[in-house]
């Protein structure tokens, strides 16, 4: 896998797939990102972003621990 760090981002990488751990914690919640409202049932299942991006392009995953946000990089 590969992985890097966005320039002026405090926890936000460009990965080539989904991490399995979490480069900023190293815990395992990596989960996809659905935006939205929180509905308790999908909490365990999704990493919920929350209404609107706060990047151009929607983040694909994020960690449910520290918030961190994982987009894949399509160049590879």
């Known amino acids: 896998m590969k992985i890097a760090k966005i320039a002026g981002s405090r926890n936000s990488f460009l990965v080539n797939e989904k991490p399995i751990k979490c480069p900023i914690c190293g815990k395992k919640e990596i989960k996809p990102a659905l ?3 929180q509905v308790q049932r ?3 299942k999704f990493h919920i972003v929350s209404c609107e991006p ?3 392009t929607a983040r694909d995953w994020g ?3 520290c918030n961190a946000a994982f ?3 399509l160049t590879k």
């Open 35 to 37: 935006w939205g409202y």
């Open 42 to 44: 999908l909490l365990k």
């Open 54 to 56: 706060d990047f151009s």
């Open 63 to 65: 960690c449910c621990n």
């Open 71 to 73: 987009l894949r990089n």
